[in-house]
């Protein structure tokens, strides 16, 4: 028997809509196999080939990969600079195109063209000149989702700073240990942004990290956003207005070698201390613009969407570096999904004609239990495709998502990756791929994804962990400081393949099937299950908004399963709701996936990037008090609640 259990099967296929294939970069099977022989015939070539094809290269490269395991480096000899390949490529032919649509919270427009995104981004990259910020220096940002933060990231590329961006919804502590340990020089800040009707206060929240002490930081730079005039300034800091007011329109790149720091960027680990995620300058930018390309489908007419806040990675790869080198307009929107109304999201998309979007899990389900009268009071039909991240979708959001937004006319494309992969590596192609609901479905061209059991042998259908047993070009190169918890963390299983740390399924066609982190798969008499399973079990009951699983110490079972659930609007929760949730999941599933205790919750704590916080349910499931870190969820209340609840 192989290490995972997987009990859900779901038959539902969906080949591309022909009239969507037709016109797609890529447009059958054929193709697909053809770029996987392709790589795998001959990976330096092919790759060169990418590389040549995607960026602008001052110096062209050398040397395409040399791999001493576990560190990468691609497209040696090579000297490039992304914010020349995201602007000033596009200057001449699209100079007036739209690169971004922005939509404050409050209602306020703006749209900054590719030559009005150029001249900012040189201003601020003067100005951070002019500050005594040389290639090399690390920039912390903590903006709202404005355009500034782009410019300010691409500000940062140009000059070779690498920036580490600091989601605002983060609180001081939380910036002030990132801060240090990426040791900032400068840090770009606003007043505020809005979010939910209110007042998020950045300018404070640094105030508070540097009163904390931040050493390094010399220079605290604060564009304006929520209020007429800016507060009175500090010492250290400065207005972006006035600083960049002087500078000139151009800047002359910094061409950076391809391995150069482009970015440090921080995620939870297992240990509840963030690690510093680092990416390099050119693989990077041929991976994401790459799969800007292959999985977006983007062309010149595309409005693109992509929800995700440039604090997280997805925002980084497919906000700003991906559609902007493949010169598309973005959209950017400042604030909640359901401020000041329900349908916000459904009106975005109707009044800025938005062609893909790409949006959470953890979003549709949210919208699910909304109910579907808000998206039905909107004419969502220039949308053309749609695609899902961040957590394994289950089949019912995901039939949701292509009927009631999509109309059933959009390919969903359900992508796979981490802020350690830099892009998207297992994904459906829209115009190629029969998709089933809940598959990441196969792996890019060039890209390889194993299944390998406890004895590292590869599990060519069933479960296991997931690993990519070859390097590729926008792999994380370390993490930053701490080389010793880059090589524990993802080839400690295995010296020479990147563990990714999720558990996964083949199924008889190759599709992959993510279950989930391997810490969230729980062993239940014997049997090793998939949270996530039994989560999408849950949530097929239509009376079940959202639902997390883990595991409590089970004196009988080793491991007895603990569902937290919340409900839609006006469902009363009674035992009998219990029992029948817990008949629902053995009808699914299997009487083993039984839950032992339904636990119905207001909320369930998350992460701002919308991650259930299953490390927080487990202490909450086994009455023990939460040791590790809290500063990554979003709501602390909530947790609190479900502690309310117990007594
Ligand atoms: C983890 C990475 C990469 C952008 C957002 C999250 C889970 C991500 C999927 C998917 C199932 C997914 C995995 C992965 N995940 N995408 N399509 N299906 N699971 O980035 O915070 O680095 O998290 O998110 O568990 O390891 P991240």
Not at 21 to 27: E, F, G, N, V, W
Not at 481 to 488: I, M
Not at 559 to 586: D, I, M, Q, R, S
Not at 618 to 623: E, N, Q, S
Request: some cysteine.
């Amino acid at each position: 028997m192989s290490e995972f259990s997987t009990v859900l099967s779901e038959t539902r296929r969906f080949p591309p809509p022909p009239a969507f294939a037709a016109k797609a970069h890529l447009t059958s099977m054929e193709d697909y196999r053809r770029l996987c022989a392709e790589a795998d015939a001959d990976p330096d070539a092919w790759w060169a080939a990418r590389a040549n094809e995607e960026l602008h290269w001052q110096t062209p490269f050398h040397t395409v990969c040399e791999w001493e395991p576990p560190h990468a480096k691609w497209f040696l000899g090579g000297k490039t600079n992304l914010s020349y390949n995201a602007l000033d490529r596009h200057l001449a032919t699209l100079g007036e195109k739209a690169a971004i649509r922005f939509e404050g919270e409050p209602g306020d427009r703006r749209d900054v063209t590719y030559r009005q995104l150029h001249a900012e981004v040189c201003r601020l990259a003067n100005a951070l000149r002019a500050l005594g910020v040389k290639a090399g220096d690390r920039v912390g940002i903590y903006l709202p989702l404005i355009p500034e933060a782009a410019v300010a990231m691409l500000a940062c590329a140009r000059i070779g700073a690498p920036h580490s961006v600091v989601f605002g919804g983060f609180s001081a502590e939380a910036l002030r240990d990132r801060m240090n340990d990426a040791q900032a020089k400068v840090l770009i800040t606003a007043d505020g942004g809005w979010r939910k009707g209110q007042v998020v206060p950045l300018l404070e929240n640094v105030r508070g990290a540097l009163a904390h002490g931040v050493p390094t930081i010399e220079k605290v730079i604060v564009a304006q956003r929520t209020g007429a005039a800016l507060p009175a300034l500090r010492e250290n800091e400065v207005a972006w207005s006035a600083l960049v007011a002087a500078q000139p329109a151009t800047c002359e790149p910094e061409w950076v070698d391809a391995e150069h720091p482009l970015f440090i960027l921080y995620t939870s680990g297992s240990t509840g201390t963030p690690k510093g995620v680092l990416h390099t300058t050119g693989g990077y930018g041929v991976w994401t613009s790459l799969t800007s390309r292959w999985v977006f489908d983007l062309k010149p007419d595309d409005i693109f969407w992509c929800t995700a806040d440039v604090g997280w990675v997805t925002g980084h790869s497919y906000v700003v570096y991906g559609p902007l080198m493949n010169a598309a307009t973005v959209v950017l929107y400042e604030g909640a999904p359901t401020t000041p109304a329900p349908d916000r999201f459904w009106d975005l998309i109707e009044r800025h004609r938005v062609t893909i979007l790409y949006t959470a899990p953890t979003a549709i389900r949210a919208f699910m239990r909304l109910g579907e009268a808000h998206p039905k009071k909107h004419d969502l039909t220039s949308l053309r495709l749609l695609g899902t991240v961040g957590e394994p979708i289950n089949p019912e959001a995901w039939m949701w998502y292509r009927e009631t937004i999509g109309g059933g006319r959009c390919p969903v494309v359900d992508t796979w990756w981490q802020t350690e992969t830099g892009g998207i590596l297992i994904s459906p192609l829209p115009g190629v791929t029969i998709t089933k609901p809940g598959s990441a479905t196969l792996p890019l061209p060039g890209i390889h994804p194993q299944i390998l059991d406890k004895q590292h042998r590869e599990v060519k259908e069933g479960a296991g962990k997931l690993f990519i047993t070859k390097p590729w070009p926008s792999m994380l190169r370390t993490i930053w400081g701490n080389d010793a918890r880059f090589k524990a963390g993802y080839f400690g299983e295995h010296p020479e393949l990147y563990f990714t740390g999720d558990g996964a399924r083949r199924d008889a066609d190759g599709y992959f099937w993510i279950i989930g982190r391997v810490d969230d798969v729980v062993n239940v008499a014997g049997h090793r299950l998939g949270t996530a399973e039994v989560e999408s079990a849950l949530v097929s009951n239509l009376k079940v908004a959202e639902a997390a699983v883990v595991g409590r110490p089970d004196e009988l079972k080793g491991t007895a399963l603990v569902a937290f659930v919340t409900v839609k609007a006006g469902v009363p929760t009674t035992p009998e709701l219990v029992a029948e949730l817990c008949a629902h999941v053995t009808k699914e599933i299997g009487a083993i996936a039984r839950p032992d205790e339904i636990r119905f919750a207001v909320a369930l704590p998350k992460t701002r990037s919308g991650k259930i916080m299953r490390r927080l349910l487990r202490d909450v499931a086994a009455g023990t008090e939460t040791k590790g870190d809290t500063s990554t969820l979003e709501d602390l209340s909530v947790l609190a609640a479900l502690r309310n609840d117990d007594e």
